[in-house]
């Protein structure tokens, strides 16, 4: 049964869990679970996805309960009026915060040239410093990691994923846009492989009565492992 943080007659926001599609995709053509059928199920109502997360991203996850309100709501994050908070483990240790202001092809799962390319802008800061004892290069006895804060102020796909490693702090876990040798070394270390994104605030108007809106998926317990030796 999926978590639900919210609901009114108009709205519904889930905490999806890691490894969960939203809906059927040619990509993964093989799974029999989907974020919007199990919704619908629990519900006994259709649903209408308000935006989307990648499959191994976890966290907050809007949904419409009409029609109208589905439109009103796609408005909403085509205008940019979405505000949205992920929280994420990168490999390395960031500056205290930045912007990254860099353009992205519109399509993540195709070479980029040749594409459109779009504006994004990604706002970020540093939460935590981590150093686990293992070694991944060789060069060094431990490896280093840090917990971040990202705020994507426009909607590309894979955007914060692709962002932050255009900054050469890739989300661990991450097997399109990341490094394998990482991503082996701390799920190793952690006993837990997944990919460390999580949707954790999606603040927005109301898209009926129009009354500020803050919504707050909590982190899993898996990321209470994310602590210093």
């Not at 408005?75 to 992205?104: C, D, M, N």
């Not at 990202?150 to 932050?164: E, K, V």
């Not at 837990?192 to 605030?201: K, M, S, V, Y």
């Amino acid at each position: 049964m999926l978590q639900i943080i919210y609901i009114d007659e108009h709205l519904v926001a889930i905490n999806k869990p890691a490894g969960l599609l939203v809906h059927r995709t040619a990509l993964d053509a093989h799974e029999q679970q989907f974020a919007l059928q199990m919704l619908r199920d629990q519900l006994g109502r259709q649903v209408w996805p308000a935006h989307r997360l990648d499959k191994g991203t976890s966290g907050l996850l809007l949904f419409a309960l009409d029609a109208q309100t589905a439109s009103l709501l796609g408005q909403t994050f085509e205008q940019g009026r979405a505000h949205k908070r992920y929280r994420a483990l990168v490999r390395g240790w960031p500056a205290e915060s930045g912007v990254i202001e860099h353009p992205l092809a519109r399509d993540p799962e195709l070479p980029s040239a040749g594409q459109t390319m779009l504006s994004a802008r990604t706002d970020w800061r540093c939460l935590e410093q981590i150093e686990w004892p293992f070694s991944v290069e060789g060069r060094f006895a431990s490896s280093r990691y840090a917990l971040v804060e990202a705020c994507p102020l426009t909607g590309r796909r894979h955007q914060i994923r692709r962002h932050l490693k255009h900054i050469a702090h890739p989300i661990i876990g991450d097997t399109t846009h990341g490094k394998g040798a990482h991503n082996r070394a701390v799920a190793a270390h952690l006993g837990l492989n997944r990919l460390w994104l999580h949707g954790l605030e999606l603040q927005i108007a109301h898209p009926v009565s129009g009354a500020p809106l803050l919504l707050h998926a909590p982190l899993g317990e898996e990321w209470q492992l994310l602590k210093n030796p």
